[in-house]
């Protein structure tokens, strides 16, 4: 093919139009341009990183603990017959079989106690000590960010494109946002000055509408880490003016044309989430590519706003319509695996959650917070060694014995 392309070059003004004809009779899908070899895939293999999975493998573990807290404080006294837990957990869609729910109990002897009633003589479960503590210090440390819930919601709702946000859609993903159960007079109703709660004409949900647009809630995190990096590293302005810090998970392969597909894209300008983009014309291919990587400083930001800097992808596709984001989430994500990370452990496979890389580092939050704190706290109780809690036991027996020589010696 070289040597007919060098011939056709070669020909004289005269034999011009036969070049016209015998071009066109070269295969065109044979002839890719270079652009084409640089652009990241649109299909791409998820990569897994163990870490983040091991790290939901516990989360499991927390989400069918909360469900018994929550089951057990919802009794008379906060204690719940044994007997009864096969029912109750059925009745939760826990998936546990005949028997189960008591010795998965068991299993967590720091955070429930099984103690045999002094009258009934029968053995009932209620929450230890140490989980109560960690309970009222998760409700504290929410009730103490309240203002700064407030402002993760206003710049929540500021990314919609209408202004506004269905308050269901909030109230489902209000613990992965930080916000207390009554959010929706604590945060909304309590701030008519940010807020507005409307009831939609054409359907009968509940929407939360912003009031006034404060330009300064408008910078994005990525932009602050963005000045991070250029005071303290010195990296070309340049480089690092549209950039997003990316991080590949162990055992991704990284080809020649990939890593120039990935410094093209990170050069590649992009309107911000908190940007009205009703007016722009979005149909050429550049357009296009900037709305993309729009909609990764959008879920970016969405992630940023979150306690623990993760949130199911379901929970995402919640907002998918409001912040213009892509159809297929989960693939979209695939092709940006050095930002985000989706783990499917922890609910068998049936949720899938979306991690930001960056606000990780050795299974743990980088800046973390006390709504955070509060809560693995949680995981340590649940991951503490049985063997110790049959050690306290011993010890509290073996000093309440000392107390009771004491007290005869004292008569």
């Not at 020909?11 to 036969?18: A, E, G, H, S």
């Not at 960010?145 to 202004?163: C, D, H, Y």
Request: net charge positive; hydrophobic share 35%.
């Amino acid at each position: 093919m070289k040597s007919l392309l060098r011939n056709v070059s070669t020909l004289n003004p005269k034999r011009q139009l036969v070049t016209t004809k015998l071009l066109p009779l070269i295969n065109p899908t044979l002839i890719k341009p270079f652009s084409q070899s640089t652009t990241i895939p649109t299909k791409q293999d998820r990569v897994r990183d163990h870490g983040y999975d091991n790290y939901m493998e516990v989360e499991k573990k927390i989400r069918k603990v909360v469900k018994f807290h929550s089951l057990i404080l919802s009794q008379p006294q906060n204690t719940i017959p044994i007997s009864l837990l096969d029912t109750l957990a059925r009745r939760l869609g826990l998936g546990f079989k005949q028997h189960e729910p008591g010795a998965f109990l068991l299993k967590f002897p720091h955070v429930f106690e099984v103690y045999e009633h002094p009258v009934q003589r029968i053995l009932y479960c209620r929450l230890t000590r140490k989980a109560l503590d960690q309970i009222r210090d998760e409700q504290e440390a929410l009730l103490a960010q309240i203002p700064e819930a407030v402002t993760r919601l206003r710049k929540l709702v500021m990314m919609s494109n209408t202004g506004r946000i269905r308050l269901e859609h909030v109230r489902i993903a209000r613990g992965e946002f930080g916000l207390p159960e009554d959010f929706e007079y604590s945060v909304v109703l309590k701030h008519p000055e940010f807020f507005r709660l409307i009831d939609a004409d054409e359907t009968r949900d509940k929407y939360i509408e912003i009031v006034g647009r404060e330009q300064s809630l408008s910078v994005c995190a990525i932009e602050r880490v963005r000045e991070v990096e250029y005071r303290t590293k010195g990296i070309d302005a340049e480089d690092v003016r549209f950039s997003f810090i990316v991080n590949f998970p162990p055992g991704f392969k990284i080809g020649k044309y990939f890593r120039i597909a990935v410094w093209k894209w990170q050069r590649l300008p992009y309107w911000s989430p908190y940007e009205d983009i009703s007016g722009y014309d979005l149909r050429s291919l550049e357009a296009q590519k900037r709305l993309e990587k729009r909609a990764v400083a959008c879920i970016h930001e969405l992630l940023s706003l979150t306690v623990e800097k993760k949130i199911t992808l379901e929970r995402i596709a919640h907002f998918r319509n409001v912040m213009n984001l892509p159809k297929k989430l989960k693939e979209f994500l695939l092709q940006h695996q050095g930002i985000f990370y989706i783990s499917t452990r922890g609910n068998y496979g049936k949720l899938h959650t979306v991690f930001l890389r960056e606000a990780y580092k050795r299974g743990e939050l980088v800046e973390p917070n006390e709504v955070y704190l509060a809560r693995r706290r949680l995981a340590e109780l649940v991951l503490m060694s049985p063997r110790k809690a049959k050690v306290d036991a011993e010890l509290v027996r073996y000093r309440n014995g000392f107390d009771d020589e004491d007290d005869d010696g004292s008569e």
